[in-house]
């Protein structure tokens, strides 16, 4: 059992200085008898968010504000749309070719400045992505929502390892540290040269995988590139963020994005053997293969966590963060509630009715709630009176996550509760 992070709501503005005596007066007592109160505590609904919004940052867009594409979009008109950039509308078209739902395109820069490979200075890769969800936020009310975003491609950095392997290496580094923060996923693609050398064999993509030095559970390394001849090479991240999507559509967040087929320009490269495999996965690096009879599959699905950390398959990782940010955002309206046991009740009963869905969707590796989940909320179970005393509701959440079969424990913290005075 391990506990994430603590999820922190604030209660409205306008209930924040209330005493409980004035959130919560009570029946008005006019002459003596008996009073019943009766309470009432609405159940909130718990409506999942979405899993693969997706962002493409890049220097290369011509308009200098980010472009959103989706499938209603006419994917004969993106090169009207993206200025001509066709190194731009192939990635886009990789994205939708692969089941992609919606991408956004996120200028690294303005667009009078040169390009991220123009000027090979990686500082400015992700300059302004923590900005990025603005772009949704009259979709998401709330002082404290969380941003809608899954995934978070950066390609174009690959391009920084043909001449200098530390700049790419810093831009990617950037890439995972924003994905973290927005508990999402970035993916990290691996470059055709690596300093001059081309990746060609299981020791340069090695190599590749130590120059990175990424060990977090929000980022996933895929050991090819797209082959096509020198500055027709290119990176494999849109399609296999298709791939996710797409995976996400079908089967559900919490299933593994791998084993299933991928739609690619050109072959790829290197061609990892089994043997191959055997080396690269247990570091984290994820495959591109071409098998006989099956086509180009994706194979294996593991995050650059650290050896031994329990988040290290994308589908745990990204399941995790789904049910975490769900109950975030949903339970918000609980603050507007008096922290005591109606309350607790409430949110128990909801956060179990969202667990028993997914249980029926197949989510979990138990059969029955006992095996698949749990939910804890309440003093002395959750919360002390500390918490309660400082406006905290803590819901505590274990499930049994498919792959691996092992419960992970979350805790959502409500806090901003009229304190005693």
Request: glycine share 10%; proline share 6%; net charge negative.
């Amino acid at each position: 059992m391990v506990s994430l992070d603590r999820l922190h709501f604030l209660k409205a503005s306008t209930m924040a200085g209330l005493a409980p005596s004035v959130a919560h007066a009570g029946p008005r007592v006019l002459y003596p008898g008996v009073y019943i109160e009766e309470l009432t505590v609405p159940i909130p609904t718990i409506r999942p968010l979405e899993t693969s919004e997706t962002v493409l940052v890049t220097s290369i867009l011509a308009d200098p504000k980010p472009v959103t594409v989706s499938f209603l979009s006419a994917l004969d008109d993106i090169s009207v749309r993206l200025g001509g950039a066709s190194q731009l509308e192939r990635w886009v078209r990789q994205f939708f070719a692969n089941g992609g739902k919606r991408l956004t395109l996120w200028p690294a820069r303005d667009g009078t400045a040169a390009g991220l490979i123009g000027d090979r200075d990686p500082a400015l890769g992700l300059k302004g992505i923590e900005a990025v969800g603005g772009l949704f936020a009259s979709g998401w009310p709330g002082a404290n929502r969380p941003l809608p975003i899954g995934l978070i491609l950066v390609p174009e950095a690959a391009a920084l390892a043909y001449d200098d392997v530390g700049a790419a290496a810093s831009v990617y580094a950037a890439a995972a540290e924003t994905a973290q923060s927005l508990s999402a996923m970035a993916i990290i693609d691996t470059p055709a040269v690596l300093g001059g050398t081309r990746v060609d064999s299981v020791d340069a993509v090695l190599s590749w995988r130590e120059a990175i030095g990424i060990e977090t559970a929000h980022a996933a390394l895929y050991g090819n590139f797209i082959t096509g001849g020198g500055a027709d090479d290119d990176a494999v991240g849109p399609a296999v963020a298709g791939v996710i999507a797409r995976t996400d559509q079908t089967r559900g967040v919490w299933s593994a994005p791998a084993g299933t087929s991928a739609v690619l320009r050109h072959d790829v490269a290197p061609n990892h053997t089994t043997a191959a495999t055997e080396v690269l996965n247990p570091v984290g690096v994820n495959t591109i293969r071409t098998l006989p009879g099956a086509g180009t599959v994706v194979w294996a699905a593991r995050t650059l966590a650290p050896e031994g950390d329990e988040d290290r398959f994308i589908s745990v990782r990204r399941f995790r963060d789904h049910i975490r940010q769900t109950l975030r955002f949903n339970l918000q309206v609980l603050a507007l509630q008096p922290n005591e046991e109606a309350t607790w009740q409430a949110a128990r009963a909801s956060v179990e009715a969202f667990l028993a869905n997914l249980l029926r969707a197949g989510a979990f590796a138990g059969s029955t709630p006992d095996e698949a989940y749990f939910v804890r909320c309440g003093l002395g179970e959750t919360m002390t009176q500390v918490d309660l005393d400082q406006g905290r509701l803590i819901i505590s959440v274990g499930f049994a996550p498919l792959r691996p079969a092992e419960f992970i424990v979350d805790q959502v913290t409500v806090e901003g509760f009229a304190t005693a005075p």
